[in-house]
């Protein structure tokens, strides 16, 4: 009997400052639509050290094992998908392990490709599950990082922080994903990469763009031959018009944008139709706004959370149009820079509203506060936490004790 398997719960944690990216824009003395327009940007977390990954992580963990109403008893795997580590030896999965206090007879460790790291977790996670390994345990796989370029850099409105918990498990209330049905693609290029003892990454902005398309485009195609085969969608045409909506890796939202036109251009080329450029800039703006925009707007008040970016994509589409979803495809695009990527898909599921209204992202991001760029650029040079106030309740580092970090909870 084949089992059905996906995500059963997810939340969202993020850092409680932000700034506003046109002040940032004038800061820097750039056109506000540079950054509103040019890249889509509205706001940007700012994590101080006490938010680091780890913290964040636990925080995102304990609100979507809530969310589930899962013991940790239920659980048999813990994976963080992270590329921001707190240590060169001890996984964040670990810290969190023990900070939710979880089962000693889990497996725990992270996850690494650049913002791919995520998916690792995730696909290592359901194809546990599906294997019938797992029993009737489910997983948690958590997406955590800082993404950080540095201060007047081309990459600084692309920066944030964040953390997605996601319960894996069978019959899953929120996302069922077609298990098997992906496609993948590698390439060994330096878009972006962060070497050992440097806080903030080094990036070819241009070119990552291009290899963020390039193997989007090798992905989608992947996923187009398995899921015509296996007859999940008809080959009559524009295949990605099948999905209701399409979550994108998101590192800034306007990428949301070429990537859709990318797998637009692919289904086009695929069916060896002539095109009318002009019709199809129109028809796929038209596209844009209704499969891909309504997952945009939680990325555009948080930036770049690497891992996490795609999924936080994915939990602002189904806070806001899980209801009308329900029982559709949608398809989902993991980027990590280096590079390797994946394109795979999934069926929302009928209790995904209800999950969604126990761990609601507009109330993290209604919780948060408005700090100014002078503040903003205080914060980036900290290398210790901040004795201000946490959210309440929420996990913090707290400082380093004979080489062992230190976390407690406000
Ligand atoms: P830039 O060179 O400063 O910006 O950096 P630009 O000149 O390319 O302009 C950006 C857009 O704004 C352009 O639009 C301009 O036309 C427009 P486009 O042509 O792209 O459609 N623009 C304006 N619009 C309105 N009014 C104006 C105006 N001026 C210009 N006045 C860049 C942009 C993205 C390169 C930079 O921010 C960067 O390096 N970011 C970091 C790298 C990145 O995010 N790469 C994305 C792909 S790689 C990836 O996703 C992986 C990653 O998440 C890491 C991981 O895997 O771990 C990054």
Same mark, same amino acid.
Request: contains cysteine; proline residues 4%; charged residues 20%.
């Given at each position: 009997?084949?089992?059905?398997? !996906?995500?059963?719960? #997810? $939340? /969202? =944690?993020? %850092?409680?400052?932000?700034?506003?990216?046109?002040?940032?824009?004038? +800061? &820097?003395?750039?056109?506000?639509?540079?950054?509103?327009?040019?890249? !889509?940007?509205?706001? #940007? $977390? /700012? =994590?101080? %050290?006490?938010?680091?990954?780890?913290?964040?992580?636990?925080?995102a +963990? &304990?609100?979507?094992?809530?969310?589930?109403?899962?013991?940790?008893?239920?659980?048999?795997?813990?994976? /963080?998908?992270?590329?921001?580590?707190?240590?060169?030896?001890?996984?964040?999965?670990?810290?969190?392990?023990?900070?939710?206090?979880?089962?000693?007879?889990?497996?725990?460790?992270?996850?690494q490709?650049?913002?791919?790291?995520?998916?690792?977790?995730?696909?290592?996670?359901?194809?546990?599950?599906?294997?019938?390994?797992?029993?009737?345990?489910?997983?948690?796989?958590?997406c955590?990082?800082?993404?950080?370029?540095?201060?007047?850099?081309?990459?600084?409105?692309?920066?944030?922080?964040?953390?997605?918990?996601?319960?894996?498990?069978?019959?899953?209330?929120?996302?069922?994903?077609?298990?098997?049905?992906?496609?993948?693609s590698?390439?060994?290029?330096?878009?972006?990469?962060?070497?050992?003892?440097?806080?903030?990454?080094?990036?070819?902005?241009?070119?990552?763009?291009?290899?963020?398309?390039?193997?989007?485009?090798?992905s989608?195609?992947g996923?187009?031959?398995?899921?015509?085969?296996?007859?999940?969608?008809?080959?009559?045409?524009?295949?990605?018009?099948?999905?209701?909506?399409?979550?994108?890796?998101?590192?800034?939202?306007?990428?949301?944008?070429?990537?859709?036109?990318?797998?637009?251009?692919?289904?086009?080329?695929?069916?060896?139709?002539?095109w009318?450029?002009?019709?199809?800039?129109?028809?796929?703006?038209?596209?844009?706004?209704?499969?891909?925009?309504?997952?945009?707007?939680?990325?555009?008040?948080?930036?770049?959370?690497?891992?996490?970016?795609?999924?936080?994509?994915?939990?602002?589409l189904?806070?806001?149009?899980?209801?009308?979803?329900?029982?559709?495809?949608?398809g989902?695009?993991?980027?990590?820079?280096?590079?390797?990527?994946?394109?795979?898909?999934?069926?929302?599921?009928?209790?995904a509203?209800?999950?969604?209204?126990?761990?609601?992202?507009?109330?993290?991001?209604?919780?948060?506060q408005?700090?100014?760029?002078?503040?903003?650029?205080?914060?980036?040079?900290?290398?210790?936490?901040?004795?201000?106030?946490?959210?309440?309740?929420?996990?913090?580092?707290?400082?380093?004790?004979?080489?062992?970090?230190?976390?407690?909870?406000?």
């Amino acid at each position: 009997m084949k089992i059905r398997v !996906g995500i059963d719960a #997810m $939340a /969202v =944690a993020v %850092p409680r400052r932000y700034i506003d990216i046109e002040d940032l824009a004038r +800061a &820097r003395g750039i056109d506000p639509a540079k950054y509103t327009q040019g890249l !889509g940007a509205r706001e #940007m $977390a /700012v =994590a101080e %050290p006490g938010e680091d990954t780890v913290s964040l992580a636990a925080e995102a +963990a &304990r609100r979507a094992l809530a969310a589930a109403k899962l013991g940790g008893s239920e659980l048999g795997l813990l994976v /963080v998908g992270t590329e921001t580590g707190v240590d060169h030896s001890k996984p964040v999965a670990s810290y969190v392990h023990g900070l939710l206090d979880l089962p000693r007879t889990m497996r725990v460790y992270d996850t690494q490709h650049a913002c791919y790291g995520g998916t690792a977790g995730l696909m290592t996670a359901l194809e546990w599950i599906a294997s019938g390994s797992a029993g009737n345990r489910s997983a948690l796989v958590i997406c955590s990082d800082i993404a950080r370029y540095g201060i007047a850099t081309a990459g600084e409105p692309t920066q944030g922080a964040g953390a997605v918990a996601m319960v894996i498990g069978q019959n899953p209330a929120m996302l069922e994903l077609d298990v098997g049905i992906s496609g993948t693609s590698s390439t060994h290029v330096h878009d972006f990469w962060r070497p050992l003892g440097l806080r903030e990454a080094q990036v070819d902005g241009h070119y990552s763009v291009q290899c963020y398309l390039d193997a989007l485009a090798d992905s989608y195609r992947g996923w187009k031959r398995r899921a015509i085969m296996r007859e999940l969608v008809r080959d009559d045409g524009l295949v990605s018009e099948k999905l209701a909506r399409i979550c994108y890796h998101v590192p800034f939202c306007k990428m949301a944008k070429k990537a859709h036109l990318q797998v637009r251009k692919c289904d086009l080329e695929d069916s060896h139709v002539l095109w009318d450029a002009a019709a199809e800039d129109e028809r796929g703006a038209l596209s844009f706004r209704e499969q891909v925009e309504p997952s945009l707007a939680a990325c555009s008040r948080v930036g770049n959370v690497y891992t996490g970016s795609l999924y936080l994509s994915l939990a602002g589409l189904l806070e806001t149009q899980a209801p009308a979803l329900t029982g559709k495809r949608i398809g989902l695009f993991s980027y990590g820079s280096g590079c390797t990527s994946e394109f795979f898909s999934g069926v929302v599921a009928t209790r995904a509203a209800e999950r969604v209204s126990a761990a609601p992202i507009a109330e993290v991001l209604a919780g948060r506060q408005r700090i100014s760029i002078s503040e903003y650029e205080s914060i980036m040079a900290l290398t210790t936490p901040l004795p201000a106030p946490p959210h309440p309740g929420a996990f913090r580092f707290t400082g380093v004790v004979d080489h062992r970090r230190q976390y407690a909870r406000a």
